[in-house]
């Protein structure tokens, strides 16, 4: 993972989303927007259904590093929705092509925060993007303004004490990618957040991947890529996943790593 990336070639990496788009594991083939909304269309819908109570508790949102707007785009089609959601992004090509509505162009690392954003957001939320900072201690205290006096913030990142690591050593060789910068814990992403400056109420993990890309992992070393990696290709069989993925989280050891906390 040395050297790290300039700012520089950071900024390029994301503008053409690069490492996304022509990964060396291909979940589909192509590279074009369609491909990209196929590629993410389980993530989206899970990650929807995972935080949508969360979000109903809250009136204005900001979602960080938002993509191509997949996740707002799935928020603002449900007829229940009590919030508003925005995003932010840098990368041209999701921006180009982005469907989530209102979007900022702008980078927390360097950029200063418009007058309009603070102080607006009681919910500022992000999902697998600080693994990406060269800096995310200096990130998180950027970012302070955006949140309301009584705001609080949800960081998702990957987790490193993974289960799917204990029972198939190809996985670590698979996830250290030079994108990544940081790998976290729930011990130290706590910590990161407390120097940061933040109240941390709790971190916890859910397990997102199926039984069946677990299972094809310890058999062959790669993730299952033929369909559906997050449920189970017949719905009567659904019940033994969340079971599965249930248990999982509770060990804190699912895939995703969930932080809440305010200031």
């Known amino acids: 993972m040395f050297p790290l990336l300039s700012a520089e070639e950071l900024e390029k990496e994301y503008a053409d989303d690069v490492s996304v788009r022509f990964g060396k594991v291909k979940i589909s083939e192509g590279s074009d927007f369609v491909t990209m909304r196929k590629k993410f269309s389980e993530w989206t ?21 938002s993509g ?14 009590k919030f508003k959601i925005e995003g932010v992004e840098i990368g041209d090509f999701r921006l180009q092509n982005y469907v989530g509505g209102k979007v900022y162009k702008l980078n927390l690392m360097t950029d200063k925060i418009p007058e309009e954003m603070c102080g607006k957001y009681d919910l500022v939320i992000s999902m697998h993007l600080l ?18 006096s009584d705001g609080e913030m949800l960081f998702e990142v990957p987790n490193l004490n993974v289960f799917l690591g204990e029972i198939s050593p190809e996985y670590y060789d698979f996830i250290y990618l030079y994108e990544h910068v940081s790998y976290f814990t729930a011990d130290t992403l706590k910590l990161l957040f407390e120097r940061a400056g933040y109240k941390v109420k709790k971190v916890y993990t859910r397990e997102i991947y199926s039984i069946e890309n677990h299972i094809n992992w310890v058999r062959t070393g790669r993730p ?40």
């Open 131 to 148: 693994e990406h900072l060269n800096d995310p201690n200096q990130y998180l205290k950027k970012i302070k303004p955006l949140l309301s």
């Open 45 to 65: 819908k899970m990650h929807a259904d995972m935080y949508y109570d969360k979000l109903q508790e809250h009136k204005n949102i900001i979602d960080l590093g």
């Open 224 to 263: 299952f890529i033929k369909y559906n990696q997050m449920f189970l290709p017949d719905e009567r069989l659904e019940f033994i996943n969340k079971e599965y993925k249930r248990r999982i989280g509770e060990m804190g050891k699912g895939y995703s790593l969930i932080i809440e906390c305010n200031i």
């Open 68 to 81: 191509y707007g997949f996740f707002e785009e799935e928020l603002n089609s449900r007829k229940d929705k």
